[in-house]
């Protein structure tokens, strides 16, 4: 029970609170396309590139805890995987090719029709954004929708997992692609690590949780761990946080003992909470004044049509999320701390989404 409550809170943060919009009624429609029509920004187009899941031998693991690629009810690995290792030029390490994919399973993924309920892969980026400074992506989610088969599937991916750049071809961490291209790049290097082709984005600025969460009337959480933060102080148990005292919640992170797990855990049961409130009856004359700060604080490539379709279509497929955990080591390369995740597990990763995405 535990576990498909943290599972939940991951989509629900974005998703849900626009989808809201659209239970309201006629009143709040012209809202819902104003808020639709700032929010919205496209992807620049391009070539989509056959994955290839190279690694390199770099000593220093470090014995850190990690949750393992698991879930009890996830798609089985089959036979349609073709793998293939070889070792590179410079002995550096080896390369695995990916799931085999052609090009009209690729445009079918770039492309879906959600109003034919099409399958497809969404990245939910929660970006630490301030004036003159476009910051990081401090959570990053791969999502995969398929109606037909009435589930969808998470991943969460740890901010400091180590990944090729696809701009540069130098490895960094995956947060920052954010900071050097945007949210282009973000949903390239995401693609370029998993080979998973993504159709939409979500990104919202974590700034806005603040009066997002002042908004409902703040928010209850049950605190795993007592701790102080950026002035705050948050003991064990169950307790009421305004938008502040919320947001400095979410942001702790050296000080928990499962790091970046365990931060994505609190931010996820915050968002949980907050969706719960915006969803009940006493916050439907609240909408309008939540759209407006959508729209400061939210962007994303879905018109107000596929939000439409979402809501109609997609909403008992939204409702069964299971969740992929990545099973990867910590590694101190350079006098920098990584996460890092061999290239087999990254193809487990791809086999098991594109596999979930398959219309058979």
Avoid: C
Avoid at 109 to 123: A, G, K, N, Q
Avoid at 215 to 229: E, Y
Avoid at 254 to 259: A, C, R, S, T, V
């Amino acid at each position: 029970m535990k576990r498909a409550l943290v599972i939940k809170i991951a989509i629900y943060s974005m998703l849900s609170l626009i989808m809201v919009g659209l239970l309201g009624g006629g009143y709040l429609w012209y809202s819902m396309e104003k808020t639709m029509g700032k929010m919205y920004e496209p992807l620049p187009s391009k070539e989509w590139a056959v994955p290839v899941f190279e690694s390199e031998s770099l000593p220093g693991t470090l014995p850190i805890e990690s949750p393992v690629l698991s879930d009890a009810n996830a798609p089985e690995v089959t036979d349609a995987t073709t793998i293939q290792a070889s070792v590179s030029a410079d002995g550096q390490g080896e390369s695995i090719s990916g799931y085999a994919i052609d090009r009209e399973e690729v445009e079918r993924l770039l492309h879906p029709d959600l109003s034919e309920e099409d399958p497809f892969s969404i990245l939910l980026l929660g970006v630490d954004e301030r004036q003159g400074d476009r910051g990081r992506s401090d959570t990053m989610i791969l999502l995969t929708l398929q109606p037909k088969k009435g589930s969808a599937l998470a991943l969460s991916i740890p901010r400091d997992t180590r990944a090729l750049m696809p701009n540069s071809g130098k490895y960094d961490k995956i947060n920052h692609a954010y900071a050097f291209g945007g949210t282009s790049l973000a949903v390239e290097a995401v693609e370029h690590l998993f080979g998973v082709p993504i159709a939409f984005y979500m990104k919202t600025n974590m700034e806005g949780m603040v009066n997002i969460v002042d908004t409902v009337g703040g928010v209850d959480i049950n605190n795993p761990r007592a701790f102080d933060f950026d002035g705050f102080s948050f003991p064990l148990g169950i307790q009421h946080l305004n938008g502040n005292e919320a947001l400095a919640y979410s942001r702790m992170r050296k000080e928990d003992p499962h790091g970046d797990f365990g931060r994505t855990q609190r931010q996820r049961q915050l968002l949980s909470n907050a969706i719960d409130r915006v969803v009940s009856v006493n916050s439907i004359t609240k909408l309008p004044r939540l759209l407006s700060q959508l729209s400061d604080y939210v962007r994303t490539n879905l018109t107000s049509s596929n939000m439409i379709d979402l809501a109609v279509n997609y909403r008992p497929t939204i409702n069964n999320i299971e969740t992929l955990y990545l099973n990867g080591s910590g590694k101190m390369i350079n006098g920098i701390y990584y996460y890092t995740v061999t290239p087999e597990d990254r193809q487990k990763i791809q086999t098991i989404m594109l596999n979930h995405l398959s219309a058979a």
